[in-house]
Nanobody, 123 residues
Framework: QVPLVESGGGMVQAGGSLRLSCTAS????????MGWFRQVPGKEREFVAG??????TYGDSVKGRFAISRDYGKNSVYLQMNSLKPEDTAVYYC??????????????????WGQGTQVTVSS
């Protein structure tokens, strides 16, 4: 198991920004990919972003607005969310795994999950 703990969620007005943080405890996972998904009630969990060594892979709905980054020394991953829209409202989950980047959009590729943090964007 790799415990993941998210923080940074909250409420913001449309057009605003939030930064989510996630730290993996227990053991170093520098060789693993880390990422973010989000979910609203009644819908499938949606891939937001993933990163292994550099750059990042993003879901279509957040490209150009969100940025993922990592601090390997702190075993952490971050999600900077800019130009937020009401449709970004969801519970955001941090995740970690070793799957191939080509399959990152599938939640089954990620074995480790945080408890989730709520992000609410008001119009």
């Amino acid at each position: 198991q790799v415990p993941l703990v998210e923080s940074g969620g909250g409420m913001v007005q449309a057009g605003g920004s939030l930064r989510l943080s996630c730290t993996a405890s227990g053991r170093a996972i520098s060789t693993a990919a880390m990422g973010w998904f989000r979910q609203v009630p009644g819908k499938e969990r949606e891939f937001v972003a993933g990163m292994r060594w550099s750059g990042g892979t993003y879901g279509d709905s957040v490209k150009g607005r969100f940025a993922i980054s990592r601090d390997y020394g702190k075993n952490s991953v971050y999600l900077q969310m800019n130009s937020l829209k009401p449709e970004d409202t969801a519970v955001y989950y941090c995740t970690a795994g070793t799957g191939d980047e080509s399959r990152w959009t599938g939640r089954w590729e990620w074995p480790y999950w945080g408890q989730g943090t709520q992000v609410t964007v008001s119009s």
